[in-house]
Protein backbone atom coordinates (compact mmCIF):
# COMPACT_ATOMS: atom_id res chain seq x y z
CA UNK A 1 0.00 0.00 0.00
CA UNK A 2 1.01 3.59 -0.97
CA UNK A 3 1.94 6.04 2.32
CA UNK A 4 0.20 8.50 0.36
CA UNK A 5 -2.65 8.01 -2.01
CA UNK A 6 -4.47 10.77 -4.25
CA UNK A 7 -7.11 10.34 -6.82
CA UNK A 8 -5.25 11.74 -10.03
CA UNK A 9 -8.94 12.92 -11.52
CA UNK A 10 -8.75 14.66 -13.81
CA UNK A 11 -11.41 16.88 -12.37
CA UNK A 12 -12.42 19.73 -15.02
CA UNK A 13 -15.06 22.44 -13.08
CA UNK A 14 -16.23 25.50 -14.77
CA UNK A 15 -15.44 29.01 -13.25
CA UNK A 16 -16.11 29.94 -10.25
CA UNK A 17 -17.24 26.49 -9.10
CA UNK A 18 -16.16 24.98 -5.79
CA UNK A 19 -14.31 21.82 -6.07
CA UNK A 20 -12.86 19.59 -3.26
CA UNK A 21 -9.51 17.07 -2.87
CA UNK A 22 -8.63 14.57 -0.85
CA UNK A 23 -5.71 12.37 0.18
CA UNK A 24 -5.86 9.18 2.35
CA UNK A 25 -2.22 8.86 4.40
CA UNK A 26 -1.20 4.83 5.42
CA UNK A 27 0.54 5.56 8.50
CA UNK A 28 -1.39 7.27 11.65
CA UNK A 29 2.15 8.61 13.24
CA UNK A 30 2.66 11.05 10.19
CA UNK A 31 3.25 14.38 11.92
CA UNK A 32 2.97 17.34 9.04
CA UNK A 33 1.04 17.79 6.21
CA UNK A 34 1.56 20.55 3.37
CA UNK A 35 -0.40 20.65 0.01
CA UNK A 36 1.76 21.38 -3.14
CA UNK A 37 0.49 23.23 -6.23
CA UNK A 38 2.80 22.23 -9.71
CA UNK A 39 2.22 23.86 -12.77
CA UNK A 40 2.98 22.18 -16.29
CA UNK A 41 7.02 21.91 -16.63
CA UNK A 42 7.13 23.73 -13.54
CA UNK A 43 8.48 22.57 -9.86
CA UNK A 44 5.93 22.51 -7.15
CA UNK A 45 5.43 24.78 -5.04
CA UNK A 46 4.01 25.26 -1.49
CA UNK A 47 0.42 25.82 -1.46
CA UNK A 48 -0.40 25.93 2.32
CA UNK A 49 0.19 23.46 5.16
CA UNK A 50 -2.45 21.36 6.93
CA UNK A 51 -3.22 22.25 10.37
CA UNK A 52 -4.32 20.27 13.05
CA UNK A 53 -7.85 22.48 13.48
CA UNK A 54 -7.62 23.15 9.80
CA UNK A 55 -6.70 26.52 8.47
CA UNK A 56 -8.01 29.01 5.32
CA UNK A 57 -6.19 30.67 3.08
CA UNK A 58 -8.46 33.13 1.01
CA UNK A 59 -10.25 30.48 -1.47
CA UNK A 60 -8.54 27.79 -0.27
CA UNK A 61 -9.30 25.53 2.99
CA UNK A 62 -7.47 22.74 3.88
CA UNK A 63 -7.95 20.41 6.75
CA UNK A 64 -6.54 17.51 8.54
CA UNK A 65 -9.02 14.15 9.62
CA UNK A 66 -6.25 12.20 11.87
CA UNK A 67 -9.07 9.82 13.05
CA UNK A 68 -9.84 8.76 9.11
CA UNK A 69 -6.14 9.64 8.08
CA UNK A 70 -6.82 11.88 5.08
CA UNK A 71 -6.30 15.40 4.34
CA UNK A 72 -8.56 17.60 2.03
CA UNK A 73 -8.20 20.64 0.01
CA UNK A 74 -11.19 22.61 -0.90
CA UNK A 75 -11.20 25.67 -3.43
CA UNK A 76 -13.75 28.00 -3.66
CA UNK A 77 -14.88 30.37 -6.70
CA UNK A 78 -12.37 28.77 -8.97
CA UNK A 79 -10.57 30.59 -11.11
CA UNK A 80 -8.94 29.97 -14.46
CA UNK A 81 -5.39 30.60 -13.20
CA UNK A 82 -6.60 27.72 -10.06
CA UNK A 83 -5.70 24.89 -13.24
CA UNK A 84 -2.47 23.05 -12.20
CA UNK A 85 -1.83 19.18 -10.07
CA UNK A 86 -2.25 19.38 -6.64
CA UNK A 87 -0.01 17.42 -4.37
CA UNK A 88 -0.57 16.56 -0.78
CA UNK A 89 2.85 15.75 1.23
CA UNK A 90 2.97 13.94 4.33
CA UNK A 91 5.74 14.37 6.41
CA UNK A 92 6.63 11.22 9.21
CA UNK A 93 9.88 11.01 11.09
CA UNK A 94 12.69 12.29 8.45
CA UNK A 95 10.72 11.79 5.16
CA UNK A 96 8.29 13.93 3.00
CA UNK A 97 5.77 11.50 1.18
CA UNK A 98 4.10 12.91 -1.81
CA UNK A 99 0.98 11.91 -3.25
CA UNK A 100 0.81 11.55 -7.38
CA UNK A 101 -1.01 14.43 -7.26
CA UNK A 102 -4.89 15.51 -8.94
CA UNK A 103 -5.04 17.18 -12.08
CA UNK A 104 -7.63 20.28 -12.27
CA UNK A 105 -8.70 22.10 -15.23
CA UNK A 106 -11.26 25.26 -14.69
CA UNK A 107 -13.22 25.52 -17.60
CA UNK A 108 -13.76 29.40 -18.78
CA UNK B 1 17.46 34.54 -1.49
CA UNK B 2 17.72 33.07 -4.93
CA UNK B 3 15.71 29.65 -3.98
CA UNK B 4 17.36 26.18 -5.22
CA UNK B 5 18.98 26.77 -7.75
CA UNK B 6 19.93 24.03 -10.16
CA UNK B 7 21.71 23.30 -13.25
CA UNK B 8 21.44 22.94 -16.50
CA UNK B 9 17.56 23.66 -16.99
CA UNK B 10 18.25 20.90 -20.09
CA UNK B 11 19.83 18.35 -20.95
CA UNK B 12 20.06 16.02 -24.00
CA UNK B 13 22.52 13.02 -24.16
CA UNK B 14 23.41 10.53 -25.96
CA UNK B 15 22.63 6.83 -24.35
CA UNK B 16 26.05 5.97 -22.77
CA UNK B 17 27.35 8.68 -21.78
CA UNK B 18 27.86 10.38 -18.13
CA UNK B 19 25.38 13.33 -17.32
CA UNK B 20 25.92 15.45 -13.85
CA UNK B 21 23.01 17.17 -12.85
CA UNK B 22 24.22 20.16 -9.73
CA UNK B 23 22.20 21.45 -6.97
CA UNK B 24 22.54 24.48 -4.83
CA UNK B 25 19.98 24.65 -2.28
CA UNK B 26 19.03 27.45 0.26
CA UNK B 27 21.59 28.77 2.56
CA UNK B 28 21.05 27.62 6.03
CA UNK B 29 18.97 24.71 5.19
CA UNK B 30 19.89 21.26 6.30
CA UNK B 31 18.34 18.65 4.38
CA UNK B 32 18.57 18.28 0.46
CA UNK B 33 16.67 15.90 -1.17
CA UNK B 34 16.50 14.89 -5.11
CA UNK B 35 13.85 13.66 -6.45
CA UNK B 36 12.63 12.62 -10.32
CA UNK B 37 9.37 12.94 -11.90
CA UNK B 38 8.10 11.07 -14.64
CA UNK B 39 4.29 10.87 -16.14
CA UNK B 40 3.95 7.00 -15.31
CA UNK B 41 5.78 7.22 -11.46
CA UNK B 42 5.22 10.60 -10.62
CA UNK B 43 7.60 12.46 -7.76
CA UNK B 44 9.96 9.53 -6.86
CA UNK B 45 12.59 10.56 -3.94
CA UNK B 46 15.88 9.42 -5.44
CA UNK B 47 18.36 10.30 -2.15
CA UNK B 48 18.62 12.62 0.55
CA UNK B 49 21.03 14.52 3.08
CA UNK B 50 21.11 15.51 5.75
CA UNK B 51 24.11 18.02 7.36
CA UNK B 52 25.71 16.95 3.66
CA UNK B 53 25.59 13.09 4.60
CA UNK B 54 23.86 10.72 2.65
CA UNK B 55 21.01 9.54 5.13
CA UNK B 56 18.52 7.20 2.36
CA UNK B 57 19.51 6.23 -1.24
CA UNK B 58 16.72 3.78 -1.10
CA UNK B 59 15.33 5.19 -4.05
CA UNK B 60 18.51 5.33 -6.12
CA UNK B 61 17.75 3.26 -8.87
CA UNK B 62 20.96 1.71 -9.60
CA UNK B 63 24.39 1.57 -9.56
CA UNK B 64 24.55 4.13 -12.58
CA UNK B 65 23.37 6.67 -10.24
CA UNK B 66 25.48 8.12 -7.46
CA UNK B 67 25.20 11.45 -5.65
CA UNK B 68 27.18 13.73 -3.46
CA UNK B 69 27.64 16.39 -1.54
CA UNK B 70 30.72 17.81 -0.45
CA UNK B 71 29.45 21.01 1.36
CA UNK B 72 26.46 22.53 2.84
CA UNK B 73 26.10 24.69 -0.74
CA UNK B 74 26.47 21.99 -3.45
CA UNK B 75 25.44 18.48 -4.58
CA UNK B 76 25.21 16.49 -7.74
CA UNK B 77 23.79 13.77 -8.91
CA UNK B 78 25.82 11.26 -11.30
CA UNK B 79 24.44 9.08 -14.46
CA UNK B 80 26.88 6.84 -15.94
CA UNK B 81 26.05 5.50 -18.27
CA UNK B 82 23.10 7.17 -19.24
CA UNK B 83 19.82 5.28 -21.03
CA UNK B 84 16.91 6.40 -22.26
CA UNK B 85 14.85 4.97 -19.44
CA UNK B 86 16.17 8.07 -17.56
CA UNK B 87 14.77 10.44 -19.23
CA UNK B 88 12.65 12.38 -16.78
CA UNK B 89 12.56 15.70 -14.54
CA UNK B 90 15.12 15.60 -12.02
CA UNK B 91 14.24 18.17 -9.04
CA UNK B 92 16.27 19.14 -6.45
CA UNK B 93 14.14 20.69 -2.89
CA UNK B 94 16.47 21.61 0.71
CA UNK B 95 14.16 21.69 3.40
CA UNK B 96 15.03 22.96 7.13
CA UNK B 97 12.99 20.44 8.89
CA UNK B 98 13.29 21.84 12.63
CA UNK B 99 10.42 24.18 11.13
CA UNK B 100 8.05 21.56 9.12
CA UNK B 101 5.90 24.50 8.64
CA UNK B 102 7.39 25.62 5.61
CA UNK B 103 7.81 22.30 4.12
CA UNK B 104 10.02 22.18 1.05
CA UNK B 105 11.50 24.24 -1.54
CA UNK B 106 12.00 22.76 -5.21
CA UNK B 107 14.65 23.95 -7.50
CA UNK B 108 13.02 24.90 -11.56
CA UNK B 109 14.82 21.15 -12.34
CA UNK B 110 16.61 19.58 -14.86
CA UNK B 111 14.79 18.13 -17.97
CA UNK B 112 16.84 15.36 -18.95
CA UNK B 113 16.70 13.61 -22.53
CA UNK B 114 18.46 10.28 -23.18
CA UNK B 115 18.79 9.44 -26.98
Known amino acids: RKEVEQDPGPFNVPEGATVAFNCTYS??????FFWYRQDCRKEPKLLMS???SGNEDGRFTAQLNRASQYISLLIRDSKLSDSATYLC?????????FGTGTSLTVIP | DAGVIQSPRHEVTEMGQEVTLRCKPI?????LFWYRQTMMRGLELLIY????????DSGMPEDRFSAKMPNASFSTLKIQPSEPRDSAVYFC?????????????FGSGTRLTVV
Open chain 2, 93 to 105: ASSLLGDTNYGYT
Open chain 1, 27 to 32: NSASQS
Open chain 1, 50 to 52: VYS
Open chain 1, 89 to 97: VVIYGNQFY
Open chain 2, 27 to 31: SGHDY
Open chain 2, 49 to 56: FNNNVPID
